[in-house]
């Protein structure tokens, strides 16, 4: 049973330029969070979606950030017009249900240029 | 703010118990313990978690103070690839996870 999928595991892109983070939850899980760690500080949590469905998005910036879990694929974070504070390492983690523990990827670091 | 406090740093020799310390002096009693562990920058791991009761599991061991103010995480027999960040988080039965991650304790083991 694959873990967590993150891909790309590292991305790079020009200030201005748009990120797309791919997450692909284990199989048979229905509920994915994404969480932002910033260079020499800690996890901070995002966004919970639910298959089409955000659940929670108080974690996110209010501008350029955006989230999809779509009923077929993967979920995406995507990061318009990037700055250099959006450096950072993005953690995707899926759970079967609500409440159950959550398993983490390994992570996409994005660095902007 | 995270609502547990852990120390920033510890060592351990290599094959000997680890024993790291989770102070959560204002948990609610529908909050559960949860611990998780980063390995240079890798994604967290799920260790264990518990609610009253000491539970143990085939990574670690958790053991929680009757008040349950305060917890340890034992590994009995830490390896240098044990030495990770160890997270202590509270986490509200039924809740979901929406994990407030502390600064936690960076484990070091040596040989």
């Known amino acids: 049973n694959a873990g967590v999928m993150q891909n790309p595991r590292h991305l790079v892109r020009r200030r201005g330029q748009e990120a797309r983070l791919r997450c692909s939850p284990m199989?048979?899980?229905?509920?994915v969070y994404w969480y932002r760690q910033l260079p020499e500080e800690g996890l901070k949590f995002m966004v919970y979606?639910?298959?089409?469905?955000?659940?929670?998005e108080s974690g996110m910036p209010k501008e350029r950030f955006s989230a999809e879990f779509p009923k077929e694929g993967p979920s995406i974070l995507r990061i318009q017009q990037v700055v250099r504070g959006d450096s950072a390492a993005y953690f995707c983690?899926?759970?079967?249900?609500?409440?159950?523990?959550?398993?983490f990827g390994q992570g996409t670091r994005l660095t902007v240029v | 703010d995270a609502k547990t406090t852990q120390p920033p740093s510890m060592d351990c020799a290599e094959g000997r118990a680890a024993n790291l310390p989770c102070n959560h002096s204002?948990?609610?009693?529908?909050?559960?313990v949860y611990w998780y562990r980063q390995i240079h920058s890798q994604g967290p791991q799920y260790i264990i978690h518990g609610l009253k009761n000491n539970e143990t599991n085939e990574m670690a061991s958790l053991i929680i103070t009757e008040d349950r103010k305060s917890s340890t995480l034992i590994l009995p027999h830490a390896t240098l690839r044990d030495t990770a960040v160890y997270y202590c988080?509270?986490?509200?039965?039924?809740?979901?996870?929406?994990?407030?991650f502390g600064a936690g304790t960076r484990l070091a083991v040596h040989p």
């Open positions: 988080i509270v986490r509200v039965i039924g809740g979901y996870n929406k994990l407030i």
């Open positions: 204002t948990i609610s009693g529908n909050e559960y």
């Open positions: 983690a899926s759970s079967p249900s609500r409440s159950t523990e959550a398993f």
């Open positions: 199989k048979g899980h229905s509920h």
């Open positions: 979606l639910q298959k089409e469905n955000i659940i929670d």
